[in-house]
């Protein structure tokens, strides 16, 4: 297992990661989504990505949002996100993610424990809501 901090100045561009297979994303800083789908255009062979707190730790809400969503590739077979909120800001950073995974088999969303039964119908609907641009993925949520 190899662990690393990524910091890097604006200007610098993101290495490749050619042999990267499997991704657990603990925590990164706000304002780094960018960053994230740059780790992940970057990193061809990977096949699992973990966000292990959420989405809505890795961006703080922009406005308008959709002009800092720029198209990426993702090459995840399974995406994991644990810990999801399913506020607004963090549906449209999935939603970016499931339009530009495109060789998604299988996303997991792991709802917070303290969400209400109320809560999850209404994360399900959105899920299933979102567009993807694999065919074949998968939707669960736990």
């Not at 096949?47 to 198209?71: D, N």
């Not at 792991?110 to 209400?116: A, E, G, I, L, V």
Request: proline residues 6%.
């Amino acid at each position: 297992m190899v662990q690393f901090l990524l910091t890097r100045e604006d200007d610098e561009v993101m290495p490749d990661f050619p042999n990267l297979s499997r991704l657990h994303l603990c925590y990164f800083p706000y304002d780094s989504w960018k960053d994230v789908t740059s780790l992940l255009d970057k990193s061809p062979q990977l096949k699992t990505v973990i966000f292990e707190q959420g989405l809505h730790r890795y961006c703080r809400p922009v406005s308008p949002p959709s002009e800092s969503l720029t198209p990426f590739s993702c090459h995840a077979e399974v995406i994991v996100v644990r810990n999801f909120c399913g506020h607004e800001f963090s549906l449209l950073l999935l939603g970016h993610l499931l339009r530009n995974a495109s060789v998604l088999k299988k996303l997991t969303v792991h709802k917070r424990r303290s969400d209400k039964v109320e809560k999850l119908v209404q994360i399900r609907k959105d899920l299933l809501m979102l567009p993807r641009a694999s065919s074949d993925c998968c939707i669960e949520l736990k």
